[in-house]
């Protein structure tokens, strides 16, 4: 069964302290793995699509990495605005996506 | 491009009520999903729609229905609410299995 695992459940950072976030998954075939920013009450928002192992995205101060196991959330010198719940989603090549339970990140000022 | 849009924004119900939940897809997108979030957890997949016909569907009760109209927009449906549906409801559209993009979400509370 497709299952995704995201840790931590919660993260404390002080403002310009790096950090990373994990998305473990099991998934019978990888035909993609999804990065999403939710705020409180608000629907998720797109960050980034990876579809193979090795590849990279970037934007600002995200950058998101995979591998054949896990994709890593790089957040670099994070602000307070980047406070929010980080959530990870795969697809298998059904039409649904399969969600963690999501990070939630607080930055502090 | 006003993105995907969702109606309404919040809504109370009672147990036992029907509720009717909106959706109309960012432009261009013929892929309209839904999804229900409880609090604390992360989205669950309920239906798919596409070309009018719901194309795979998630572990939900034969309570939950919807439908897809021909511009693309959509409704989901629930019968015989109970307290356990109260939830966030996301509608998700896409195209071609494209990332999929949400809408803001309509907060259902049963009471």
């Known amino acids: 069964e497709d299952q995704v695992t995201q840790s931590p459940e919660a993260l404390r950072l002080q403002e310009g302290e790096s950090s990373s976030l994990n998305c473990s998954y099991t998934?019978?075939?990888?035909?993609?793995l999804f990065w999403y920013r939710q705020d409180p009450g608000k629907g998720p928002e797109f960050l980034f699509t990876?579809?193979?192992a090795g590849e990279e995205k970037e934007k600002e101060r995200l950058k998101a990495t995979l591998t054949k196991k896990e994709s890593f959330l790089h957040i670099t010198a994070p602000k307070p605005e980047d406070s929010a719940t980080y959530l990870c989603?795969?697809?298998?090549?059904?039409?649904?996506?399969?969600f963690g339970t999501g990070t939630r990140l607080k930055v502090l000022a | 491009d006003a993105g995907v849009t969702q109606s309404p924004t919040h809504l109370i119900k009672t147990r036992g009520q029907q509720v009717t939940l909106r959706c109309s897809p960012k432009?261009?997108?013929?892929?309209v999903s839904w999804y229900q979030q409880a609090l604390g957890q992360g989205p669950q997949f309920i239906f798919q729609?596409?070309?009018?016909?719901?194309?795979q569907r998630g572990n939900f009760p034969d309570r939950f229905s919807g439908h897809q109209f021909p511009n693309y927009s959509s409704e989901l449906n629930v019968n015989a609410l109970l307290l356990g549906d109260s939830a966030l409801y996301l509608c998700?559209?896409?195209?071609?299995?494209?990332?999929?993009?949400f809408g803001q979400g309509t907060r259902l509370t049963v009471v």
């Open positions: 729609y596409y070309e009018e016909e719901e194309r």
């Open positions: 990876l579809y193979s």
């Open positions: 998700a559209s896409s195209l071609a299995g494209n990332g999929a993009f």
């Open positions: 432009s261009g997108h013929d892929t």
């Open positions: 998934v019978s075939g990888l035909r993609g």
């Open positions: 989603a795969v697809n298998s090549g059904t039409y649904k996506y399969i």
